[in-house]
């Protein structure tokens, strides 16, 4: 089972130690688990909670790429098995 990431949601990535450009993501946060987040100080304060950012500035997302290189069900997330 696979969840969709939006733009805005808040999500907790853990990066790879074999692979320094790639991350997994760990948990996808529901609005009222971001809020109490936010709350605890848990986030900077420049993190907007319940809002929707519809622009990127310059460069800031360069470096993201969505590879779709999985090939079969078995190969699937395996943060799904955990």
């Known amino acids: 089972m696979g969840v969709w990431i939006n733009q805005g949601d808040i999500i907790l ?15 996808k946060y529901t609005p009222d688990e971001a809020r109490n987040l936010k709350t605890y100080g848990e986030f900077p304060e420049s993190v907007r909670i319940n ?32």
């Not at 790429?65 to 395996?78: K, L, N, P, R």
């Open 51 to 82: 809002e929707t950012v519809t622009f990127v500035e310059d460069g800031f997302d360069e470096d993201i790429e969505f590879g779709d290189e999985i090939s079969s069900e078995d190969d699937a997330d395996s943060v799904d098995n955990i």
């Open 13 to 27: 990535v853990g990066l790879r130690d074999y692979q320094d450009s790639k991350a997994d993501v760990i948990l």
